[in-house]
Nanobody, 112 residues
Framework: QVQLVESGGGLVQAGGSLRLSCVAS????????MGWYRQLPGKQRELVAT???????NYGDSVKGRFTISRDKAKYTVYLQMNSLKPEDTAVYYC??????WGQGTQVTVSS
């Protein structure tokens, strides 16, 4: 069984920064991609960023240039550095492993 545990969410003012972390445990292929999605109430989950085992990153249009995803394969951990946060970034952020497994989510709230 695969478990993903997120941390690092919280409340921040607009323009501030947060760093999310997600640690994977269990049995899985280390070559699977990892990433982050987010969801607002009543809306579909949307891509934030993904990163392959080789380090290639893909970002959603709304976060390009502000967020950076990285991965430590040895620690089975993926990070999301979020800078220049905006109120519209407020959402529950979910970590994923190959879109097959999901974390429980961590709330990010950006105040104006």
């Amino acid at each position: 069984q695969v478990q993903l545990v997120e941390s690092g969410g919280g409340l921040v003012q607009a323009g501030g920064s947060l760093r999310l972390s997600c640690v994977a445990s269990g049995s899985f292929f280390s070559n699977d991609y990892m990433g982050w999605y987010r969801q607002l109430p009543g809306k579909q989950r949307e891509l934030v960023a993904t990163v392959t085992s080789g380090g290639s990153a893909n970002y959603g249009d709304s976060v390009k240039g502000r967020f950076t995803i990285s991965r430590d394969k040895a620690k089975y951990t993926v990070y999301l550095q979020m800078n220049s946060l905006k109120p519209e970034d407020t959402a529950v952020y979910y970590c994923t492993l190959a879109s097959l497994y999901w974390g429980q989510g961590t709330q990010v709230t950006v105040s104006s």
